[in-house]
């Protein structure tokens, strides 16, 4: 299978190396973790000499006997190697029962670089800080990027094309080998409903995994809506999927802690606060909701607004949905001192669209940055101070 190096993540993870703290790549499943894994071992082996690396991988049946956490600790043990830089890498943690306890001994002695994967509803955020005793840091890995895709289908110079083309097939790198579209779309559901169906349904013991379906696919079918519990229980009650808004808050919430679904929060732009009564939910990947649900409701604005979206969040801006009065800004994106007010449309080509588009924008009275992205086919321009990016182009920057 043909691959790319993931430079920023690489680069992310090579400015860790031997800080004291606990590395965990976290991300989707098949977001290529195990691959980042790989390509930083190949680095380090390139790069330096007197290094011990002690490599366990959870899939592979020859580790079976450390799936103990006592066994692991044991095995990393007898692996050290005096005078060397030992490193540890331990990929799909979560099959070694107790692995924290393992992770905590081996950090607290001081004398490991430990990195570990794991899969994505087993290295939850808020969890972490209950399972490592220590200090951790995250390297949170998405799906393929636009720009990524486009490395990997190198030989293809039409942009357009292979961004109509990412839309529908997402940035699940292990479904581009399928010569067929029957196939390609088989392996994306088998990825999702593994998440869904069993690694949710294992972490929380859920009895009830047809309201989890119902929700999440009502989550795809309305992104870029907000969404509260209480409509969502509403609307799944009257169309015969029996639940209340404890239980769908909470399956939220595991969806999110899955990184199915990232949950964006609203901004009051004018009162500088956050309001907490309802908020939006985007898809970790286009892809998915085209496995899932195909073409019903078909929505081009909103997918590009979750390409938007989930762009911003790998470009490492905290991203908010802004409201100004009755307007509703798309997306506040913040960086350090930073900020962008971004408004994401599918055709601006008419000038109403435009001028509605615009009108929230022109209504922030402060001096940061204001940008509508949309599909216009055009160079870069501005109108009334906003800057108007060509998605496609926009996806493409550094």
Avoid at 124 to 143: E, K, M, S, W
């Amino acid at each position: 299978m043909k691959t790319i190096t993931r430079t920023k993540y690489l680069e992310r993870i090579i400015e860790l190396n031997q800080t004291p703290d606990i590395k965990i790549i976290t991300g989707i499943r098949r977001a290529g973790k195990s691959e980042l894994m790989r390509a930083y071992i190949s680095y380090l082996k390139s790069h330096f000499e007197n290094i011990n690396i002690i490599f366990i991988d959870f899939m592979d049946i020859e580790y079976e006997g450390l799936k103990e956490y006592h066994a692991l600790h044991t095995y990393v043990e007898a692996h050290y190697q005096a005078k060397k830089t030992n490193y540890v890498f331990v990929d799909e943690v979560q099959m070694c029962h107790k692995f924290e306890l393992a992770i905590n001994s081996l950090y607290s002695k001081r004398k490991y670089d430990i990195y570990i994967t794991g899969s994505n509803a087993f290295l939850l955020g808020a969890d972490l800080a209950t399972l490592f005793t220590g200090r951790y840091i995250g390297i949170h890995v998405f799906p393929f990027s636009f720009r990524e895709y486009c490395q990997f289908y190198d030989e293809i110079d039409d942009k357009e094309k292979l961004f109509d083309e990412y839309m529908i097939k997402g940035g699940l790198a292990g479904s581009y080998v399928y010569k067929t579209e029957a196939d390609r779309i088989r392996y994306v559901k088998e990825v999702y409903e593994t998440i869904v169906t069993r690694d949710l349904v294992q972490k929380y013991s859920l009895t009830d995994t047809l309201v989890l379906q119902r929700l999440s696919e009502f989550l795809m079918d309305n992104i870029s809506n907000l969404t509260s519990p209480n409509k969502v229980s509403r609307l799944l009650t009257a169309n015969k999927t029996t639940t209340n808004h404890v239980t769908v808050g909470r399956y939220i919430k595991y969806l999110c802690s899955a990184f199915v679904f990232y949950d964006i929060k609203r901004y009051d732009i004018r009162g500088k606060k956050y309001l907490e009564s309802s908020e939006k939910f985007y898809l970790c990947d286009t892809g998915i909701r085209y496995a899932i649900l195909g073409s019903r409701n078909m929505d081009y604005g909103r997918g590009y607004e979750n390409m938007v979206c989930m762009e911003l969040l790998r470009r490492e801006y905290t991203v908010y949905v802004g409201k100004l009065y009755q307007k509703e800004i798309d997306f506040v994106a913040q960086k350090g001192n930073e900020k962008i007010y971004i408004q994401v449309s599918d055709n601006i080509s008419d000038s109403k669209t435009l001028e509605r588009e615009c009108q929230p924008l022109l209504q922030i009275r402060d001096a940061y940055p204001k940008k509508i992205i949309a599909r216009t086919r055009h160079p870069k321009y501005s109108y009334e101070g906003i800057e108007i990016c060509d998605i496609v182009d926009w996806l493409l920057q550094e």
